[in-house]
């Protein structure tokens, strides 16, 4: 059974950087595509964006000029950097696998594993 | 905005049938997924494709589309099931994901 582990700080200042990083076991991350997914409090989910496993990324529009996801496949880790932040991006952040695609004769996608998330809070 | 659209709460009785929809233009053609979510806790996968769960997912759930809706169903709802749900699915263009606001379920 896949696990992901969040880390990070917890508390971020305005305009700065968040950096979370996800250790992944019990799986290689070069055979899945891995997402940040995040939930404000008070709101619903958010997906922000994915890798896949070659290293393509795909980000939410809204969030596209602010945020890299990267992986490091030595330490099976996946990344998150969000440049900028704001009050408005304290959220708990979790790591997912995924999305999963498949077609039969129609599409479909999932995230099947999440981690136990990580709440990061922009203050100062 | 969500692309998707789903009732803010719905409540069933212990024992009794609950169904949660979701509404979107492409659900016809790309199904959503479905995802608990209790507080404090991570959101756990409960539905994907048009009927499939995951093993550890009890089989009083049950999905199913018609047209652009798609239901998520309790049958037998449990104390265990009050959660929040949400169902996912790619957007208009197909390039990104998104998430509709929830369904908090109450069991009564």
């Known amino acids: 059974q896949v696990q992901l582990q969040e880390s990070g700080p917890g508390l971020v200042k305005p305009s700065e950087t968040l950096s979370l990083t996800c250790s992944v076991s019990g799986d290689s991350i070069s055979n899945y595509y891995w997402s940040w997914i995040r939930h404000p409090p008070g709101k619903g989910l958010e997906w922000i964006g994915y890798i896949s496993h070659s290293g393509l990324t795909n980000y939410d529009p809204s969030l596209a000029s602010r945020v890299t996801i990267s992986t490091d496949t030595s330490k099976n880790e996946v990344s998150l950097r969000l440049r900028s932040v704001t009050a408005a991006d304290t959220a708990v952040y979790y790591c997912?696998?995924?999305?999963?695609?498949?077609?039969?004769?129609?599409?479909?996608?999932?995230?099947?594993?999440w981690g136990q998330g990580t709440l990061v809070t922009v203050s100062s | 905005s969500s692309e998707l659209t789903q009732d803010p709460a719905v409540s069933v009785a212990l024992g009794q049938t609950v169904k949660i929809t979701c509404q979107g233009d492409r659900l016809s053609s790309y199904s959503p997924s479905w995802y608990q979510q209790k507080p404090g806790q991570a959101p756990v996968l409960v539905m994907y494709g048009k009927n499939n769960r995951p093993s550890a997912i009890p089989d009083r759930f049950s999905g199913s589309i018609s047209g652009n809706v798609a239901s998520l169903t309790i049958f037998g709802a449990q104390a265990e099931d009050e959660a929040d749900y949400y169902c996912?699915?790619?957007?208009?263009?197909?390039?990104?994901?998104?998430f509709g606001p929830g369904t908090k379920v109450t069991v009564l």
């Open positions: 996912n699915s790619r957007d208009s263009t197909r390039n990104f994901f998104v």
């Open positions: 997912v696998r995924g999305p999963n695609d498949f077609w039969n004769g129609y599409y479909f996608s999932y995230f099947d594993n």
